[in-house]
């Protein structure tokens, strides 16, 4: 497979422009996170449904047919909720399948999108095989979370807005669950950044990809599995490796003790797979030369605050979401 490259998250961008926001770019001071330098981060959490991943919905369904059907999805919550909004923007039906692992703060407001909502036990995989059933039923489009060269060329514009905002980068890290978020930044950089994908032990896709040579099947479980827990590492993914330095591995332990830094830091509540890329460096598990220009994606906010900060909700109220 040939990888999506620079011109086509261009042709993307122009797509998107109007229909996505062209969200902050916030500097870290590294004083306040723990850090040996100032990190800038990219606030794609503050996208109208909470994730990056409206920008690939979007650029999927301007830029094919869309058929009489609609649309269909399958989704750990965020690109549900990418799908669905995008699509009632446009004026297509859409049907989300998402799997009852899923948070109530991703699943609620599915249905107030105007989406056909399918629950289905167990995890994105069996979301995925369900969706691709209903598709084969109905004719209707299919859209894939992150191994759909429309939708990577549209995360790609969130890399291109945080590099023409910030000028050079050196590193940029990013968080990876199927990689159609590290796919669309490896067409924007190429070899110009170092760019490090930054997944929990309990959503290894990519890890477990570069260690056998190629997507494997892995284990998927732990605090981030419903933004990042592909049983499988994308195609995309895999063909635009050449252009990834490096992947880690941060536990669930620092994965939530990076929500809480950036929610101290700067009032902003992440969730875990939003967090997961700062949580490289919060964590140590990534440390910058000195004088390294560091940036990060800060890719999701569909959380129940309370789980992060545990006092918003309120003197005697239900935290359990």
């Not at 890399?159 to 978020?181: K, N, P, Q, S």
Request: glycine letters at 12%.
């Amino acid at each position: 497979m040939d990888p999506v490259t620079r011109p086509d998250v261009e042709a993307a961008a122009r797509r998107v422009a109007g229909a996505v926001r062209r969200t902050p770019v916030l500097v870290l001071e590294p004083d306040a996170l723990g850090l040996p330098g100032p990190v800038a981060a990219k606030l794609d959490l503050l996208q109208p449904t909470g994730s990056f991943k409206v920008r690939g919905a979007a650029s999927l369904l301007t830029g094919v047919e869309v058929p009489p059907a609609g649309v269909v999805a399958a989704s750990g919550g965020n690109f549900g909720l990418a799908v669905a909004w995008a699509a009632r923007r446009l004026g297509h039906p859409a049907a989300v399948f998402v799997p009852d692992t899923s948070p109530p703060a991703k699943l609620r407001p599915l249905a107030e999108l105007g989406a056909d909502v399918h629950v289905v036990p167990g995890y994105y995989a069996d979301a995925l095989a369900a969706a691709d059933a209903h598709v084969a039923a109905t004719g209707a489009l299919r859209a894939h979370a992150y191994d759909q060269a429309e939708v990577v060329a549209g995360q790609g514009t969130a890399t291109a807005e945080l590099l023409e905002d910030v000028g050079d980068l050196d590193t940029l890290l990013v968080a990876v669950g199927g990689g159609g978020l590290i796919a669309g930044a490896a067409a924007w950089v190429g070899d110009d950044v170092r760019l490090v994908g930054v997944e929990t032990a309990g959503t290894p896709a990519m890890h477990a990809a570069r260690r056998a040579g190629g997507p494997v099947d892995v284990e998927v479980g732990g605090l981030a599995a419903s933004a990042l827990g592909a049983r499988r590492l994308g195609d995309h993914a895999w063909a635009a490796q050449r252009w990834i330095d490096d992947a880690l591995l941060v536990t669930d332990k620092e994965v939530a003790a990076a929500q809480r830094r950036l929610w101290a830091a700067a009032r902003l509540v992440a969730e875990p797979g939003g967090a997961t890329a700062l949580a490289a460096l919060t964590s140590g598990r990534y440390r910058p030369a000195p004088g390294e220009r560091v940036g990060l994606l800060v890719c999701g906010a569909n959380t129940d605050p309370a789980e992060v900060v545990p006092e918003a909700a309120g003197p005697g109220a239900d935290a359990s979401g």
